[in-house]
């Protein structure tokens, strides 16, 4: 049980696009996911909570207009990097949260996202 | 402040040397969890170990062990009898009650045959 999936796993689009990443809960609900991002060789940074049916809260130095989160039901978040240019290139990961084991969290396999 | 330091940025071992990874952590939250993960070259994250702030029982988990010290803020990892396969990235982690996970910088664990 609790096993979180991301899809894609990996994407390659052209500047200027915009990709969308999502994050599921398998095989459990999550009113709450987050979403990390890891550069090459960099550790993972925590860039946005997602809450079920309600705005995501964005950590200082996230631009919230550029990386869109929805989170629109117990098990699904979406993650889109609108207008993507190369130094957003970066390995995407989602955890989420299960309503039923309070502070366990579980991390998607991730998505590694290169802007050309 | 909340904060994991992992000083050790990378580390090179013999196989079947024992190897520790240091972790020290800063938090003003008396209620929190600490985590050990590996990531190898895949990217996914492997979890390893969570430990909440009342508990200060060392584990011991086959090869693996852990010991954390509140008096010094630690949650140090010990791989004992290393294998190639234990070469990866390790990162400590520290989560207080917002339920956001701060991670360490990572230690790159190389394991030469």
């Known amino acids: 049980g609790a096993v979180v999936s991301q899809h894609p796993s990996w994407v390659i689009c052209k500047s200027g696009t915009s990709v969308k990443i999502e994050c599921r809960s398998l095989d459990f609900q999550a009113t709450t996911m987050f979403w990390y991002r890891q550069f090459p060789k960099q550790s993972l940074m925590l860039m946005a909570t997602?809450?079920?049916?309600?705005?995501?809260?964005?950590e200082q130095g996230v631009e919230k207009d550029k990386f869109l989160i929805n989170h629109a039901s117990l098990t699904l978040s979406t993650l889109t990097v609108t207008s993507a240019h190369p130094e957003d290139s970066s390995f995407y990961i989602c955890?989420?949260?299960?309503?039923?084991?309070?502070?366990?969290?579980?991390f998607g396999p991730g998505t590694r996202l290169t802007v050309l | 402040a909340q904060k994991v330091t992992q000083a050790q940025t990378e580390i090179s071992v013999v196989e079947k040397e024992d190897v520790t990874l240091d972790c020290v952590y800063e938090?003003?939250?008396?209620?929190?969890?600490l985590f050990w993960y590996k990531q190898p070259p895949s990217g996914e994250l492997v979890f390893l170990i969570r430990?909440?702030?009342?508990?200060?029982q060392n584990e011991i988990s086959g090869r693996y062990s852990w010991n954390f010290q509140k008096s010094t803020s630690s949650f140090n990892f010990t791989i004992t009898a290393s294998q190639v396969v234990d070469s990866a990235v390790y990162f400590c982690?520290?989560?207080?009650?917002?339920?956001?996970?701060?991670f360490g910088k990572g230690t790159r664990l190389h394991i030469l045959p």
């Open positions: 430990r909440n702030s009342f508990d200060e």
């Open positions: 997602s809450n079920e049916g309600s705005k995501a809260t964005y």
């Open positions: 982690a520290l989560m207080n009650r917002d339920d956001k996970i701060i």
């Open positions: 955890s989420a949260r299960d309503l039923g084991r309070y502070n366990e969290q579980f």
């Open positions: 938090t003003r939250d008396t209620t929190y969890y």
